[in-house]
């Protein structure tokens, strides 16, 4: 009676929280408003804000898998759309860069669009980093025209207001033909002194005031100039910049990125520049830190330790933010808080948030917004929602289950002769694939999900002796085969003198090594080449890569290919899957075969691989598609393309569009158009 392209409960987990989710919305009201709560303390008086210091971070616990974690998050994320910075962070995988790995998800998240349903490929439209720094600059601007400091108005109070009121706008983005904005270009030298005074006014304490308002003008003066930009994140993310980049921004040499800083020194800085955006904040928005998936740090005690610190150094150092932790209760306990050290779990809220399993009333509601969604006609939701069913479910007024399981029965009653047995690893290694495609944010360089596959999802692989150490400069991991041992590292920056430095550890390393050795480190669409145009090294990090040094330029299927990895043992761990993590690790070692032979190999020429944009026309024609039609599958979209697209690019382009919802199934992927 039903077609099998109306699928309202295949979909049992959230898998991207921003994504638009139709929700029942007294379903873990309680522990919604807790957050909400925890949050409203930060939005006390009017920008600038005072500093508000996190009196603890908020633990969500389930008490297993299914209970909505995902789904909480979704709505608090939101709830709070336009309110606070909203920062998801992956497991860390280096216990020695974890600060760095924090930074790098922050500046992402900032880098991103303010509309949530703008491309991330799209210049003209201003990014939340736009927000902050044209606040931050706006609103200490405002604060001299107020003290009559170098700036004469004929209304100091008006002209004060409308500045604060009008952040974005004031500056129109550093035209050229607008007056403030031209105010701040021609007289930047002369109130550069004097916006450090203002910041000091009002008690902001930044690690380099000086080099934090150039970052930040730079970056919001020049939203066009991408070179210019990156470079600016670059800086933020403890990454050296070109000297040219440096001059253009206005960073004295002493402010700069030293190229030959240690992995330590790094970690040490970002988690000042952490503590500096979390001051700064002040003039914009909270951010909220949530961190997700934390059952993957069970399996190793050194990075539960770490996460826990981190934790604690956010509330001990960091203001004007909340900090966010999920996980199931069992692996918590068991797994997690016993190698976190005591003071650090004092950093926690007790007791922690829990959340509830669905009832009756909440069932029924979720069934209805379930059809509705994919628009069943109301006879047959009826015939559906048979109350003796439910009856038989739900035997008493207080019973709950979770919600995911609740999802299960209504999947095996929707279409019982559909009902499949539980996926293959393959098919679910697959989705996550997919998942990745859809998804932005998640196309970039990500240090701990690499790191992750060639030092975790590489051990018991035959022939193969994985090891961490702690005493290469570079690199983190090492590889020893019968034949040759092979150093990775994990290098986000393109700057000439630390690929110089690398190029040159290459090939010392090998030199006085028994055995050949390799070192390898990986690129992702994206990254600048290494080496670059017009470096004076070029020659010899290209006679490097010849011999020692190995450069893994990743296409984006690649990439997608490796953190899909990472990904699929995570739901393992969080009981997403019906798979033990074991069985996940030997499907690994099996699906990334080809991998081990090739990172274990001869270093093999390959081209510099480059980001492809997607046709400027692609998004909007998707989302016009998939709007009218409401749900059909992927191979329809592509079939009704004015010109021809790949699954990979459709994909992608669906990843821009919150509304559209993206269903990968055995026999089929479906997009969904939801609009609540």
């Known amino acids: 009676m039903n077609s099998p392209a109306v699928l309202p409960f295949d979909e049992l987990h959230v898998k991207e929280p921003r994504r638009v989710e139709p929700s029942v919305l007294d379903l873990n009201a309680r522990a919604l408003e807790q957050l909400l709560a925890a949050f409203s303390k930060l939005e006390q008086g009017t920008l600038p804000r005072e500093p508000i210091a996190p009196s603890h971070a908020q633990l969500v616990t389930s008490e297993q898998p299914g209970y909505g974690k995902s789904h909480l998050i979704g709505r608090l994320f939101r709830e709070l759309n336009g309110r606070a910075t909203m920062v998801y962070v992956q497991p860390f995988q280096n216990s020695g860069t974890v600060f760095q790995s924090l930074m790098l998800a922050v500046v992402r998240e900032l880098h991103y669009p303010v509309r949530q349903d703008a491309a991330p490929w799209e210049p003209s439209e201003p990014t939340q980093l736009d927000l902050l720094a044209h606040g931050v600059l706006a609103h200490l601007l405002a604060d001299l025209v107020l003290m009559r400091r170098e700036i004469e108005t004929d209304d100091p109070v008006k002209w004060a207001d409308y500045l604060r009121a009008n952040a974005l706008t004031a500056f129109n983005r550093g035209d050229k033909n607008d007056s403030w904005a031209n105010l701040l270009r021609t007289q930047w030298d002369s109130f550069a002194t004097l916006y450090q005074e203002a910041l000091a006014r009002r008690g902001v304490v930044l690690s380099s005031p000086r080099a934090w308002l150039r970052v930040l003008l730079a970056y919001a003066f020049h939203p066009f100039d991408q070179a210019l930009r990156q470079a600016c994140l670059d800086w933020m993310c403890a990454q050296p910049c070109a000297t040219e ?277 990986f690129r992702t669409p994206g990254q600048r080449p290494v080496p670059g145009s017009g470096w004076v090294v070029a020659a010899e990090i290209e006679e490097a890569k010849r011999s020692h040094l190995h450069l893994v330029a990743l296409t984006l299927d690649e990439v997608v290919a490796l953190y899909a990895a990472k990904d699929l043992f995570a739901a393992a761990a969080q009981g997403d899957i019906p798979n033990t993590e074991e069985e996940v690790f030997v499907f690994l070692r099996m699906q990334l075969a080809p991998w081990w032979t090739r990172l274990g ?48 690019a459709v994909l992608t382009a669906c990843g821009a569009i919150p509304a559209i919802k993206v269903h990968s199934h055995p026999n089929m992927t479906v997009l969904q158009w939801q609009t609540g």
């Open 601 to 648: 190999g001869a270093i093999a020429s390959v081209p510099i691989v480059t980001a492809v944009p997607l046709m400027e026309s692609l998004p909007a024609e998707v989302r016009q598609i998939v709007e009218r039609a409401r749900f059909l599958s992927l191979d329809e979209v592509i079939a009704q393309l004015a010109a021809p697209a790949t699954r990979e």
């Open 245 to 521: 980049e440096q001059e253009r921004i206005g960073l004295r040499r002493a402010e700069a990125v030293d190229p030959e800083m240690s992995a330590e020194q790094g970690n040490d800085l970002c988690r000042s520049r952490i503590t500096d955006l979390c001051q700064l904040a002040r003039f914009h928005r909270p951010f909220v830190f949530c961190f997700d998936q934390t059952e993957v740090y069970g399996h190793q005690p050194a990075l539960a330790r770490s996460f826990g610190m981190v934790i604690a150094a956010l509330v001990n150092e960091a203001v004007n933010h909340l900090t966010l932790v999920t996980s199931n209760q069992d692996p918590w306990v068991k797994r997690i808080a016993l190698h976190i050290e005591h003071a650090d779990l004092e950093r926690f809220a007790q007791p922690p948030v829990t959340l509830e399993g669905i009832t009756r009333k909440q069932a029924e509601e979720l069934i209805q917004l379930r059809l509705r969604s994919w628009e069943v006609d109301a006879g047959a939701a009826r015939r559906f929602a048979d109350p003796r069913w439910l009856a038989e479910l739900f035997p008493s007024t207080g019973f709950q289950m979770g919600a995911r399981r609740f999802l299960q029965k209504c999947k095996e009653r929707w279409q019982p002769e559909l009902i499949l047995p539980a996926p293959e690893l393959g098919e679910l290694y697959r989705q996550e694939c997919e998942k990745l495609l859809a998804n932005p944010k998640r196309h970039y360089f990500e240090p701990d999900a690499l790191q992750w596959v060639v030092e975790i999802a590489a051990r018991g692989v035959p022939g193969i002796e994985v090891e961490r150490v702690k005493d290469e400069r570079y690199c983190p991991v090492r590889w020893k085969t019968a034949d040759a041992v092979c150093l990775f590292g994990f290098e986000n920056g393109s700057h000439w003198r630390r690929w110089q430095s690398i190029a040159q550890y290459a090939v010392r390393r090998n030199e006085r090594a028994h055995l050949p050795v390799k070192t390898i480190f």
